[in-house]
Nanobody
Framework: QVQLVESGGGLVQAGGSLRLSCAAR????????MGWFRQAAGKEREFVAA????????YYADSVKGRFTISRDNAKNTVYLQMNSLKPEDTAVYYC???????????????WGQGTQVTVSS
């Protein structure tokens, strides 16, 4: 089992920045690929970014490419999502997820956090 706890969400004006963190507890964090997903009200959960266990492979959704950066610190059992140039359409609950298989953009991850709300005002 892997427990994931997100933090860092909040209210920010358009053009601002936030950094989300996801702390993992349980099995060896460094063996897991990590992903960030988001779900806006009334919409399906969508892929945001993913990173392999080593950090050597990184993927982004086109909608966030160039604005968001995913990273991980295996020594701290934490994955981050740096979000810059935020837009109102980035408003959503953001979830981190872990999987022992290679990172993918589909939501087939084994473990999920409870989510953190990000609200971007115009």
């Amino acid at each position: 089992q892997v427990q994931l706890v997100e933090s860092g969400g909040g209210l920010v004006q358009a053009g601002g920045s936030l950094r989300l963190s996801c702390a993992a507890r349980g099995r060896t964090f460094s063996r897991y690929a990590m992903g960030w997903f988001r779900q806006a009200a009334g919409k399906e959960r969508e892929f945001v970014a993913a990173i392999s266990w080593s950090g050597g492979s990184i993927y982004y959704a086109d909608s966030v490419k160039g604005r968001f950066t995913i990273s991980r610190d295996n020594a701290k059992n934490t994955v981050y999502l740096q979000m810059n140039s935020l837009k109102p359409e980035d408003t959503a609950v953001y979830y981190c997820a872990a999987d022992s298989r290679p990172p993918v953009s589909s939501p087939r991850y084994e473990y999920w956090g409870q989510g953190t709300q990000v609200t971007v005002s115009s």
